[in-house]
């Protein structure tokens, strides 16, 4: 059984008699849990086969229970594990053949402390640029200009990684304060600073001979990129005189 958004199910059962809800209904039902959610991307998930409603002969869309429930279950792996599409709807259809499967998960953190990736779990790394724009709810122009910036970069493929969906979320919400991309250049640089400062200190345990110590050097990039950013944060706050949650 797929885990219902909060207030779900009840709440949009009673929309219709029939029990079915209109795509408006089912968008407030669905921002109880989802303040982003749009209309849009409901239509896109359910263009991208996320989701079946049925249609009225008048062509309009009718979701049942089990639909809003299925929106949900999308929308919450999209947003705890920055999953793409494809991934979740292969994960969606094994659970619904009665299936047992793990849930793929990408690094990811919350706060300031990393969140553990199960052991020998599959990963997903990469998303696409159209699924990345309906993560953020962005246009492609919005994007252009970030990449302008250099806040988020394609890698080789065209692809994005995990984190890009993190910092387009973060890009939005700096946005509803008045803060502009372009402001952002300065926190890049910043960052780009502090990566460079943890590559400087592993690079000798990368070029070692010994390939355990090589495979040491990653633990090590994480170990130090955690600290960088806990002290960044620190910094921050002691300069602003607030202290955060």
Known sequence: MLQTPSGGAGHGAAATDSGLMSIGTVLNVLRDEFPDITIS???????EGLVEPQRTPAGYRKFSAHDVERLGHVLRM??????PLKVIREHLDAMERGEAVRLPTVG?????????EPPGGPTAARIGR????????????????????????PLADGAYDA????????????????????HLRVMKAAADREAGLVDQVVAPLKRHRNPQTRAHAEARTKE??????????ALVQSALGVRLP
Do not use: C, M, N
């Not at 999209?78 to 999953?83: E, F, I, K, N, P």
């Open 78 to 83: 999209q947003r705890d594990h920055y999953l």
């Open 163 to 182: 984190e890009a969906v993190t910092v387009a979320s973060l890009v939005v919400q700096l946005g509803r304060f008045g803060i502009e991309p372009r």
């Open 224 to 233: 130090l990129a955690g600290l960088a950013v806990k002290l960044h944060a």
């Open 108 to 116: 990811r953190q919350r706060g300031a402390e990393p969140v553990a």
């Open 41 to 47: 991307k409901i239509r896109f998930l359910e263009s």
């Open 130 to 153: 159209d699924e990345l724009l309906v993560a953020a709810g962005i246009g492609e122009q919005e994007l252009k200009e970030w990449e302008s910036y250099g806040l988020i970069a």
